[in-house]
Nanobody, 126 residues
Framework: QVQLVESGGGSVQAGGSLRLSCAASGYTYIGYYMAWFRQAPEKEREGVAAINSVGSTRYADSVKGRFTISRDSAKNTLYLQMDNLKPKDTAVYYC????????????????????WGQGTQDTVSS
């Protein structure tokens, strides 16, 4: 069973930066694709950035050019660097992991993921 633990959330003013981390355990690197999702109050959970087992990435249009997803296989850790933050980025952020034999899926669809962290709150004030 894969376990995911997020950290790094907090409060920041508009234009600032935050870096989220997601420590993964109970899995081998091979075959796993991962992503960051977020959920604002009274809104659906949405995918913001995805990365697959070979390091290819995909971003939602709303964060493209501002967010960067990366993973460190040696540390089994997923990262999300968030720059030029806006109040609309305020949400609970979740990391997620899914598995396929080749691990090549790049998905922002929450239905493709079976493992989730507990979430970390990020608040951006204007």
């Amino acid at each position: 069973q894969v376990q995911l633990v997020e950290s790094g959330g907090g409060s920041v003013q508009a234009g600032g930066s935050l870096r989220l981390s997601c420590a993964a355990s109970g899995y081998t690197y091979i075959g796993y694709y991962m992503a960051w999702f977020r959920q604002a109050p009274e809104k659906e959970r949405e995918g913001v950035a995805a990365i697959n087992s070979v390091g290819s990435t995909r971003y939602a249009d709303s964060v493209k050019g501002r967010f960067t997803i990366s993973r460190d296989s040696a540390k089994n850790t997923l990262y999300l660097q968030m720059d030029n933050l806006k109040p609309k980025d305020t949400a609970v952020y979740y990391c997620a992991a899914g598995w396929r034999p080749d691990g090549l899926l790049l998905s922002l669809d929450r239905l493709d993921f079976g493992n989730w962290g507990q979430g970390t709150q990020d608040t951006v004030s204007s």
